[in-house]
C-alpha cells in the first residue's frame, strides 16, 4: 500500500467526516432553525471532526514511516556477512547505498554480492510489509478519530475554539520551522568555519592579502601551499557592488519619482509591470547578456580610446547587476514616496511651492529612510549574487581598484571551491564556510540597518 494512496484515502474520510460533523451539530439542536443554540456555527463542528480525522492519522502514519525505514535498514544490514560488522563507517555506508539502489531498482555498479543482493531483495519485502501494516493503521486510527470527535458534539461544545487552537498551533509551527531553518543555517556553518578557523588563523584570513586556496597533494609539489588571505574578495565583492548600486540608485530612484509624481495612471500601469518584469528575469540570462554583449562594447570601447578593458571586468559585472537590481530599488522607493501623506504635498503647494520644489523638498525628505532601507536591502541583493559575476567578472582573486581588469566575490569562490570531490576536512573546503559565515554576518548587519531605518519611518509618518 502507498503512502500517497493512503494519504488520498485519509483525505477523503476527512471530507466526509466534515460533512457528518456538521450535519450532527445541525440534528443535535433540532434543525437549522435552531443553530443559534450551538456555541460555534455548524462548520466549526464540521472542521473540527475532520481535524480529529487526519492529523493524527497522518502524524503517524509520518512517525512510522521514519522509524520503520530506519528499522528495515537496520535489520536488513544485519543480514549482510560478517565484515560488515568489522568494516568502517564509510565502508558500512557504502554497501547501505548499494542494498538501497538494488532495492529501488538502481542498476548495480561492478559485480553484485549474493548477500548484498539478498538483502535488497529483503528490504522490498519488509517494506512492503511495513507500508501495507503502516497505511492500515493510520486508516484505523483516521476511523477512530473521526469517531471519537462525532460522538463528543453537542451544543455546548466549544468546536470554534478548539479550531482556532489547531490554526495557531500551524502557526506557530510555521513560524518555528523558519526560526529553527535559520538557526540550523547558522549552526552548521559556524561550526565548519571554527574548524577552518582551527587551521588558519583567523586575522590571517580576514586580513591577508593573497587568496591562493590551492593545497599541495605531494610533498615535491611547488606553488600550492596555500594562502587564505580573504581582502582580495571583499574587495572585488565591495567594487562589483559599487558599479551596480551606482547604476541601479539612480535610475531606480529617479524612475521611481517619475512613476509616482508626474506619470498619469495609464503610462504607469504599463510601466511598472515592464519595469518589475526585469525581477523576473533568471541571473544566468543577465550573465549571458553580460559575456556576449556588455563584456565586447566595454573592451571595443577601450580599443577605440587606448584603454586597456579586460575580457571578464568588474565593470561588466557590476553594470549588468545594476541593471537587475533597478526593480528592486524602484520598487521600494515607489512604495516609499507614495506613503507620503498627501497633507505634506498639499501643504507645501498652499505655501507656493512648484511640483518640483515639494518633491526635492517635502516628499523626498519624508520618504528618504524609506528610500535608504531599500537601498540597503538592494546593497545586500547585490552581495550575494553569484552567476553574473562567474560569467562576467571571472575568478581571479586579484586586489586591485580597477573596474577594467578581472576580479572575483565571495559567492564565486564560495562555489567554485565546494565543487569537486575535494575532502571536507581539508582547509581548502573549509575556507568556503568561513566566506560564508563573513557574507552571513555582513548581509545580516545590512538587512537590520535597513529594518531599523524603516521601522523608524513609519513609526514616524504612520
Known amino acids: 500500500m502507498q503512502n500517497l494512496s493512503v494519504i488520498i484515502a485519509i483525505l477523503g474520510l476527512s471530507a466526509m467526516s466534515y460533512w457528518l460533523g456538521r450535519r450532527r451539530s445541525i440534528a443535535v439542536v433540532g434543525g437549522l432553525r435552531s443553530a443559534a443554540q450551538l456555541h460555534s456555527l455548524p ?36 543480514h549482510l556477512s560478517g565484515d560488515y560488522l568489522t568494516a568502517s563507517a564509510g565502508q558500512r555506508r557504502l554497501l547501505m547505498d548499494e542494498v538501497l539502489r538494488l532495492a529501488h531498482g538502481g542498476a548495480a555498479l561492478g559485480d553484485v554480492r549474493p548477500d548484498v543482493r539478498a538483502a535488497a531483495q529483503e528490504w522490498i519485502r519488509l517494506d512492503a510489509l511495513s507500508r501495507t501494516a503502516g497505511g492500515l493503521v493510520a486508516l484505523s486510527v483516521s476511523l477512530i478519530g473521526a469517531s471519537v470527535a462525532w460522538s463528543r458534539i453537542s451544543p455546548t461544545l466549544r468546536a470554534r475554539n478548539g479550531v482556532e487552537w489547531v490554526v495557531k498551533l500551524a502557526l506557530v509551527l510555521c513560524s518555528l520551522i523558519a526560526i529553527l531553518t535559520t538557526v540550523g543555517i547558522i549552526l552548521s556553518v559556524l561550526y565548519e568555519a571554527l574548524r577552518f578557523f582551527h587551521l588558519v588563523p583567523i586575522f590571517k584570513f ?74 523576473g528575469i533568471p541571473t544566468v540570462v543577465y550573465g549571458f547578456f553580460a559575456v556576449l554583449t556588455v563584456g565586447p562594447l566595454l573592451r571595443g570601447v577601450g580599443q577605440a580610446l587606448g584603454v586597456a578593458v579586460s575580457a571578464e571586468s568588474a565593470l561588466a559585472a557590476g553594470l549588468v547587476m545594476g541593471i537587475m537590481i533597478v526593480p528592486f530599488v524602484s520598487s521600494l522607493a515607489d512604495d516609499m514616496l507614495t506613503a507620503v501623506p498627501l497633507g505634506l504635498r498639499n501643504g507645501a503647494y498652499a505655501l507656493g511651492a512648484t511640483k518640483s520644489e515639494t518633491i526635492r523638498r517635502v516628499v523626498l525628505p519624508a520618504a528618504l529612510p524609506g528610500i535608504v532601507g531599500g537601498v540597503l536591502l538592494a546593497v545586500s541583493r547585490a552581495i550575494g549574487e553569484t552567476m553574473i559575476v562567474v560569467m562576467a567578472a571571472g575568478l581571479t582573486a586579484k586586489l586591485t581598484a580597477n573596474p577594467l581588469e578581472a576580479v572575483t566575490t565571495v559567492t564565486v569562490q564560495i562555489v567554485s571551491l565546494l565543487v569537486g570531490d575535494s ?40
Not at 520503520?68 to 544485519?78: A, C, F, K, P, T
Not at 591577508?208 to 605531494?218: C, D, E, V
Not at 606553488?223 to 540608485?249: E, H, N, R, Y
Request: include cysteine; charged fraction near 10%.
Open 423 to 462: 575532502e571536507f576536512d581539508s582547509p581548502k573546503t573549509l575556507s568556503a564556510f568561513a566566506l560564508g559565515l563573513v557574507l552571513f554576518f555582513a548581509t545580516l548587519v545590512l538587512n537590520i540597518i535597513a529594518l531599523r531605518i524603516v521601522r523608524r519611518y513609519s513609526e514616524q509618518y504612520k
Open 206 to 279: 580576514l586580513l591577508g592579502t593573497s587568496w591562493s586556496p590551492q593545497l599541495a597533494t605531494r610533498a615535491d609539489q611547488v606553488g600550492s601551499s596555500g594562502a587564505f588571505g580573504a581582502v582580495p574578495l571583499f574587495a572585488g565583492t565591495a567594487l562589483i557592488a559599487l558599479i551596480a548600486m551606482l547604476v541601479a540608485v539612480p535610475i531606480g530612484l529617479l524612475s521611481a519619482i517619475y512613476l509616482s509624481e508626474y506619470a498619469d495612471r495609464r503610462v504607469r500601469t504599463v510601466a511598472k509591470p515592464l519595469l518589475e518584469l526585469l525581477a
Open 43 to 78: 462548520g466549526y463542528y464540521g472542521v473540527l471532526t475532520g481535524l480529529w480525522c487526519a492529523v493524527p492519522a497522518l502524524l503517524l502514519l509520518a512517525v512510522w514511516h521514519v522509524v520503520g525505514q530506519h528499522h528495515i535498514l537496520d535489520v536488513v544490514m544485519s
